[in-house]
C-alpha cells in the first residue's frame, strides 16, 4: 500500500468543475492583475477567521515580512520567535533588517515557551512572533499577558493553524497581526503560491495594503483614490501581491476548509488512539485548545531508522523542521552550538510527521499504525 503525504492532484479532481471555471474567469475578464479576485477573497477570509481585515500576499514568508515592515520593525529591533518553525518566520524577520532573538519551546505542545520570554526582552525588543506549531495553538493568554505587560506587539504566525483556537477564540484573532501561508500543503493549498495577513486594525490593513502593492494605496489602483496623481507612492513597498489566478482558486476550496479540517482532527484522534500506550509519543492537545493538524508528529526512539521502514513500507513521512534553524548552515554564522536550545533539540532528535491529510482512507489510516506499531515494537 501507498501512503502519501498530500493529494493534490486528487483536490483538484474533486472540485475540477468549479477550479476550472475559476481560471477561465479570469482569463477572460481581461484583468489578470489588479482585478476582483484578491479583494473578493481578502474579504471572504477575513470573515473565514473572523477579522475585520485581510491583505493577500504571494506567500507566508511575504505575509511575515509584510506585517513586520506594517509595524515599523526593522534595523536596530528584535523580535522574539522559537528555532523549531519554517525558516520564513526567522528569515522574515531578517530580511525586514531586524534580529530573531530565538528562546526555546514547550516540552509538550512543542510551541514557543511564556516562561523563557521575559528573560529575552531587551530594550530593543519590538514584538513576539510565535508560530502556531503543527495546528496546535501557542498559548496566546500568557503570551499576549507579556506583550502587553512589556508594551509589545504580537504578530501570530498561524500558517501550520487555520482553524485552531484558544478557549474558543480562533487564531488569528489574538496578534496585532496574523500571518497565513497558502503553500499548497497547508490547510487550505494554491495551486502555486500564497498568503494572507488579517488584522482587526484599520491602519495597520492599510499599512500592509501600501507594503504588498510598491507603496501605494489600493484605492489609486481602484480608481477611487483622493491622492494627487503622481503623489501616490507613500512608502517604499514590495511587490508581494497574491495573484488573481490563485485567489480565484482559492475562493473555490475556502468553502471546502472546515470539512478537510474536520477530517484531519478525525486521522488525528484515531491515530492518538491507536498509540496509547506503545512506544510511539504523541502529542497533546491542551484542554481548551484546538489543534488542527497540519502535522500529526510523533516521538520515536531511532527515528531515522525508523522513517527508513516507514519509507520502504510505501508510507509518506516528513521531518518537519529538522533540525532545528540554529543548526543549518544558513545559520552557523549565529554560533549556537547543540545544546544551545535543548528541549527543541530534543524535540528534533526525536520527531516524525505522518499522513493526516483529508485524502487519506480508513484502510490508508490503519496501515500507518499496524507498521508504525510493528517497526517501533508496540502493541495495538
Ligand atoms: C509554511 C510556513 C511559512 C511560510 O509560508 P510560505 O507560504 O511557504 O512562504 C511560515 N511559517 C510557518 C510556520 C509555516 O509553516
Partial sequence: MNVPMYDHAGRYRLLRSELDAAILRVLESGKPDWGPEVPAFEEEFAKFVGTKYAVATNSGMAALKVALLALDIGPGHEVITAPNSDIATTSAI??????AVWVDIEPDTLNLDPDLIEDAITPRTKAILPAHMYGHPADMVRILEIARKHKLFMIEDACLALGAAIEGKPVGQWGDIACVSFAPTKHLGSFGSGGIC???NPDLAERM?????YGQPRSRVY???ALKQGQHLVVEGLNERLDEIQAAMLRVQLPEVPGW??????????YTSAF???????TVIRPNCTHTFRNYVVRVNQRDEVQQQ??????????VYVPPLHLQPAYTGLGFD???????EEACDRLIGLPVGPHLSTEQLEYVVDTLLRITGGQR
Fill in 310 to 319: 516507514l519509507t520502504e513500507a510505501g508510507i509518506a513521512t516528513a521531518l
Fill in 198 to 200: 488579517v488584522t482587526n
Fill in 261 to 270: 479540517i474536520q477530517k484531519r482532527v478525525e486521522n488525528a484522534s484515531f
Fill in 276 to 282: 496509547k500506550g506503545s512506544p510511539v509519543q504523541t
Fill in 223 to 225: 480608481g477611487s483614490s
Fill in 338 to 344: 547543540p545544546g544551545s536550545f535543548p528541549i527543541t
Fill in 94 to 99: 531578517h530580511h525586514v533588517g531586524a534580529k
Fill in 209 to 213: 495594503l501600501l507594503y504588498v502593492g
